[in-house]
Nanobody, 123 residues
Framework: QVQVVESGGGLVQAGGSLRLSCATS????????MGWFRQAPGKEREFVAA????????YYSDSVKGRFTISRDNAKNTVYLQMNSLKPEDTAVYAC????????????????WGQGTQVTVSS
């Protein structure tokens, strides 16, 4: 079993930055690939970014590429999502997820999820 807890959300003006953190605990968490997803009101869950368990490969959606950076510190069992140049359309609940079998854009590839953290970007 893997526990996932996100933090770092909040209210920020357009053009600003936030860093989300995702703390994990449980057996062999460092062998899990990690993903960030977001869901805005009335919309489906959307893939944001993912990182391989070793940290060597990262993946991004086109909508955040060049603005967001995913990273991990396996010594701290923590994954980060640095979000720069935020836009009002980035407003959503951001959730972190853990899985195996390779980073994926599909939410169904991740069996372990956190509760999410709200990110609101004002114009």
């Amino acid at each position: 079993q893997v526990q996932v807890v996100e933090s770092g959300g909040g209210l920020v003006q357009a053009g600003g930055s936030l860093r989300l953190s995702c703390a994990t605990s449980g057996r062999t968490v460092i062998s899990y690939d990690m993903g960030w997803f977001r869901q805005a009101p009335g919309k489906e869950r959307e893939f944001v970014a993912a990182i391989r368990w070793s940290g060597g490969k990262t993946y991004y959606s086109d909508s955040v590429k060049g603005r967001f950076t995913i990273s991990r510190d396996n010594a701290k069992n923590t994954v980060y999502l640095q979000m720069n140049s935020l836009k009002p359309e980035d407003t959503a609940v951001y959730a972190c997820a853990a899985g195996i079998g390779g980073p994926s854009e599909a939410p169904t590839s991740y069996p372990y999820w956190g509760q999410g953290t709200q990110v609101t970007v004002s114009s």
